[in-house]
């Protein structure tokens, strides 16, 4: 199994208050992404790193950021929590490159709940 | 734009039964084929894949074939168990960097005693 681990893994919050979920990874891949799952929109791309301190939006970025200070790390930040962002959220790494396409490996997921 | 579609679910099967859950692609590019499975509580875990065409790929008794001429990389297993009760999701990957992995929307597969 890939070396991803997420914490925490269960978060209840209030609206309003800033969330910050990380991503570990031990396994020196350089791309991390940030997904979301939700019931009947599977699963969707919030933001990408492809290295440290390069980031991009994904799909669904509004109302979140990321920092990638190191490789091993990626921080989902939810600046101000709202009940739309209750989800399942999944990290993934990824060695992918421009000529070939490479697979995803996820984390366990972290399960937030916003009261 | 890219995009993965899968049948509908729930399936549900008896054990043994035989499994097909079908998938099919659009893409722009030439992509490589991906079958992931999500258990219950966990994240989703890479199934088996295929980066060109004709190639098949297989893991734990399930299979799926590489069909450039129908863009379809459909699912199958000869003999289900309960264990292998779970949410399946076919993928596609495109060369380039970063956002380049697109999910079908999942399909929830029930298996029966």
């Known amino acids: 199994d890939a070396g991803i681990t997420q914490s925490p893994r269960h978060k209840v919050t209030e609206t309003g208050t800033p969330v910050t979920l990380r991503c570990h990874q031990t396994?020196?891949?350089?791309?991390m992404y940030w997904y979301r799952q939700d019931p009947g929109h599977g699963l969707r791309l919030i933001h990408y790193?492809?290295?440290?301190?390069?980031?991009d939006k994904g799909e669904v970025s509004d109302g979140y950021s990321v920092s990638r200070s190191k490789t091993e790390d990626f921080l989902l930040t939810l600046e101000s929590a709202t009940s739309s962002q209750t989800s399942v959220y999944f990290c993934a790494i990824s060695d992918g490159g421009s000529l070939r396409s490479y697979e995803q490996y996820f984390g366990p997921g972290t399960r937030l709940t916003v009261t | 734009g890219d995009s993965v579609t899968q049948m509908e679910g729930p399936v549900t099967l008896s054990e043994e039964a035989f499994l097909t859950i079908n998938c099919t692609y659009t893409a722009t590019g030439y992509p490589s084929l991906f079958w992931y499975v999500q258990y219950p509580g966990e994240g989703l875990q890479l199934l088996l894949k295929a980066t060109k065409a004709d190639d098949k790929g297989s893991n734990k008794g399930f299979e799926a074939t590489y069909r450039k001429e129908t863009t379809s990389f459909h699912l199958e297993k000869g003999s289900v168990q309960v264990s292998d009760s779970a949410v399946y999701f076919c993928?596609?990957?495109?060369?380039?960097?970063?956002?380049?992995?697109?999910f079908g929307p999942g399909t929830r597969l029930s298996v029966l005693p």
């Open positions: 396994e020196n891949h350089r791309y």
């Open positions: 790193s492809y290295g440290v301190k390069d980031t």
């Open positions: 993928a596609l990957s495109l060369p380039g960097y970063g956002q380049n992995f697109v």
